[in-house]
């Protein structure tokens, strides 16, 4: 199926209590994603449990009913990020045998890291520490995604095309924190799988 544009995809934190509640299966998830918005648009420094329970219009010992800390809402948050993105790539056990399946790869990494996006950005650029506490769980599903993308017999070239094309899916989705957002909000990912596969050598698809 094509992709379409993103258009005006939500990252503010100013949504109504009710309806940031109805559209979670819990509080402990509305609690998730309330914090991920705002560490993402604030910082995780900048945002204090007064802050999130505000924004969900519950008190601080609902939400310590749930979470210990501000730190154990973030190792949620990157858990449940590091399962996404290990379920991604053991869908694939057997490397991809032609380039609509490696594209099909790359399609679906796009679209894991633009869901994640607050996450990865927040972990890339605040939560370091926390990110190695984990262990090298992310690393080694990342090394595993570029084996995939290089293909079924690897080259030097291969490996390094895999490489980039994992590099222009990152700095599309996640631009610099001093630009705005949007460019994030009205980001293409039709267009920015199409080059991504184009630095791993796949022609553009017919349609």
Known sequence: MAYRTVGKYSTGVALKTQHKIRSSASTRDAILETAAELFSTKGFAGTSMSDLAEHLGLSKAAIYHHFESKESIFQTLLESTNEGLENLVSEHKKLPTDQSETRKILKQFAEFLFCHRSVVRLALSEMQAEVK???????????????????????????????????????????????????????????????????????????
Not at 151 to 173: H, L, N, Q
Not at 177 to 194: D, F, G, Y
Request: aromatic fraction near 2%.
């Open 133 to 207: 506490a984990q262990g090298p769980q992310g690393h080694q599903c990342m090394l595993r995604l570029q084996q995939l993308l290089a293909g079924k017999r690897p080259t030097a070239e291969s490996k390094m095309r895999a490489k980039i094309a994992m590099g222009i899916v990152f700095v599309g989705i996640l631009p610099p924190m001093h630009e705005t957002t949007s460019k994030e909000e009205n980001l293409n990912l039709e267009l920015l799988v199409e080059i991504a596969s184009n630095a791993l050598g796949i022609s553009q698809t017919k349609k």
